[in-house]
C-alpha cells in the first residue's frame, strides 16, 4: 500500500525558516533509510502558504485565494510517499522520524484503482495503467 506522510506547517515553516543542519543531517539519514529498506517513493518540503494560492471551485468560475492562509497548524509544509506493507509498518517508520521539538504528522492511505470498485470500468484502469507507466519512463530517463 502506499500511504502520503503528510508534515503539519508551524509558525517557524508559514515564517519561512528553515530547519537547522543538524537536523537536516538527520533527515537526510532518516530518509537515506528509507531508500535502503524500499520504502521511499517521494519526499519534499513545502514553501510557506504566503508564497502559494488556493482555487476553490463551486457552481461557476473557480475563484483564486492568494496566500497566506491562517491556521498554520491546518496546513502542510511537506510530505514523504511511502511504499508499506500496512499503515502498522508506516507509523513504526513514522516513530523513528528526527523530529525535534513539536511536530504533527497526518499519515493517509492512497487511493488505488481497485478502491473505487465497479466505478473504475476497465478501460478507465487500463487508460491509468498507460498514464503510470508514461509517468514512470519520464521519471527513468
Given amino acids: 500500500m502506499r500511504v502520503m506522510v503528510l508534515v503539519k ?34 519526499a519534499e518540503g513545502l514553501q510557506p502558504s504566503s508564497k502559494g494560492a488556493r482555487v476553490r471551485f463551486s457552481a461557476g468560475a473557480p475563484n483564486v485565494f492568494e496566500g497566506p492562509f491562517a491556521e498554520a497548524r491546518e496546513l502542510v509544509s511537506g510530505f514523504w510517499l511511502w511504499q508499506v506493507k500496512s499503515m502498522e509498518e508506516a507509523i513504526e517508520w ?3 522520524a528526527p523530529f525535534g521539538g513539536v511536530a504533527e504528522i497526518e499519515l493517509r492511505p492512497v487511493m ?16 491509468e495503467a498507460i498514464l503510470r507507466d508514461e509517468l514512470s519512463q519520464r521519471k527513468a530517463s
Fill in 112 to 127: 488505488e484503482p481497485e478502491d473505487f470498485g465497479s466505478r473504475l470500468t476497465p478501460e478507465m484502469m487500463e487508460q
Fill in 94 to 96: 513514522l516513530k523513528r
Fill in 9 to 42: 506547517a508551524n509558525n517557524d515553516t508559514e515564517a519561512g525558516n528553515l530547519p537547522s543542519r543538524d537536523l537536516l543531517v538527520k533527515m537526510a539519514e532518516y530518509n537515506a533509510e528509507l531508500v535502503k529498506a524500499g520504502i521511499l517513493l517521494a
